[in-house]
């Protein structure tokens, strides 16, 4: 059954308003009616079957909640901010992927404009609903590489596309990590490459010997993370 992001608290017996967005997916493109049920999912964890209540799709009633699934761990990518298509690109991979969270990172090659919210969450919505997901990635206000590495409090792990001699998988004794990093399109500048190589809370790892697309990038990182964890 079709997946839909409903973004109100969800309890049994709720009758809750549609967004005019998804009123128009409902009605022209899914051609629902009345009597109709979908699931819906506020973004928290919290998922349910919804009922269509009104011929245009205004309201609709939770009838009965879902299970909850298993919670995501602790999965947050730092990226170097990329071009506009690569951008949003990375924001679809990285949800399908698990991220919890998402920091774009402003550095000396990242593509630094005005970061449109409202449509980084409409692209971060649609894949929650493809991917089946419960919660939405958290996306953080744009940083700089420097505030990022000194937030950081565990270990977190490097896609180094020039990595000379890659490192052994981690310890099991060592601490887990709970993000990872990846360049912006053109890679870290030579002193933030010196600056991450001195962070001891970072480890490099390559990705292979090509050079990746950033979103094909954000996949094979956050798939490196996972196995890490």
Known sequence: MKLFH???PLAPGATLPVPESLQHRLRHVMRMGPGDVFHVFDGTGLAGIAEIADSKCRTVTITAMLPEKPALPTRILA???????AWEST??????????SI???????????????????LHLTEAAEQSERYTLPKLL???DLDEFLTSLTSPCMWAFERLLHPQEGISPAAAKPTATLVGPEGGFAP????QLTDHALIRPFTLGPTILRTDTAVVAALTHLAFNQ
């Open 191 to 194: 002193e933030e490459i010196a």
């Open 6 to 8: 409903l973004p109100h």
């Open 91 to 100: 924001l679809r991979q990285a949800t399908e992927m698990g991220a919890t």
């Open 103 to 121: 920091i774009p990172l402003k550095t000396r090659f990242s593509q630094v404009g005005k970061l449109n919210t409202e449509r980084a969450h």
């Open 79 to 85: 990226i170097g901010v990329p071009k506009r298509e």
């Open 141 to 143: 206000p744009l940083m």
